[in-house]
């Protein structure tokens, strides 16, 4: 089994910054680098909707439009870990932050789509004042 755990959700204002963190474990031991990692975020009353990936060996990064340019995700396969770096945060970007992970073969690509993901974290609430 794969467990997630996200953290450093809080309450920011607008134009601030927030880096978020998802600790991964169980069956990642030893074998983090092999999955793809992504973010998704849910608010209320809305779709589950993309935010950003990252590849097993982590050379490539994707974005939604909305946030590109404005967050950045990384990964330590090491500590077993990615992050979110969010600058400039708008009111639009609050919600519950999910972290997902997919063990997969290929090691330069990272799916969009929720579909692709097995495995989920409970989330980290960010919620942006204006």
């Known amino acids: 089994q794969v467990q997630l755990v996200e953290s450093g959700g809080r309450l920011v204002q607008a134009g601030d910054s927030l880096t978020i963190s998802c600790q991964a474990s169980g069956r990642t031991l030893g074998t983090f680098r092999l999955y793809a990692m992504a973010w998704f975020r849910q608010a209320p009353g809305k779709e589950r909707e993309f935010v950003a990936a990252?590849?097993?060996?982590?050379?490539?990064?994707y974005y939604a439009d909305s946030v590109k340019g404005r967050f950045t995700m990384s990964r330590d396969n090491a500590q077993n870990m990615v992050s979110l770096q969010m600058n400039n945060l708008k009111s639009d970007d609050a919600a519950v932050y999910l972290c997902a992970a997919d063990r997969t073969h290929v090691a330069n690509w990272a799916s969009p789509s929720p579909a692709d993901y097995p495995y989920w974290g409970q989330g980290t609430q960010v919620t942006v004042s204006v």
């Open positions: 990252i590849t097993p060996n982590g050379g490539k990064t």
